[in-house]
Nanobody
Framework: QVHLGESGGGSVQAGGSLRLSCAASGDIESNYCMGWFRQAPGKEREGIAV???????YYADSVKGRFAISKENANNTLSLQMNSLKPEDTATYYCAATGPFGGSWDTNGHVGCNNIDAWGPGTLVTVSS
């Protein structure tokens, strides 16, 4: 099981950009699915961008066209480039990973990973209008 730690959160005005990074303690190449999730105050945690072991990426409708996920196996890093940020993007953002037998899903505009066994502590993103 890898240990994950996010960085790059902060405060930005609407329309701005941020790049989140997730450093893994070990080799991430065998993690079937890795992704970014977020939880806004009073709301459930939701998946926003995931990548599987084949490099396929999936995005929630709420961020499609604005956010881009990338996985760098050589550096054991997962990143999320966030552009055109909106106040509704304000949330705590979490990095997550499955083991080698997890799975990814993309249904009705929502995405996620199955059998997640590692979560980062989260990083706060605040977007002001």
């Amino acid at each position: 099981q890898v240990h994950l730690g996010e960085s790059g959160g902060g405060s930005v005005q609407a329309g701005g950009s941020l790049r989140l990074s997730c450093a893994a303690s070990g080799d991430i190449e065998s993690n079937y699915c890795m992704g970014w999730f977020r939880q806004a105050p009073g709301k459930e945690r939701e998946g926003i961008a995931v990548v599987d072991t084949d490099g396929n990426t999936y995005y929630a409708d709420s961020v499609k066209g604005r956010f881009a996920i990338s996985k760098e196996n050589a550096n054991n890093t997962l990143s999320l480039q966030m552009n055109s940020l909106k106040p509704e993007d304000t949330a705590t953002y979490y990095c997550a990973a499955t083991g080698p037998f997890g799975g990814s899903w993309d249904t009705n505009g929502h995405v996620g990973c199955n059998n997640i066994d590692a979560w980062g502590p989260g990083t706060l993103v605040t977007v002001s209008s």
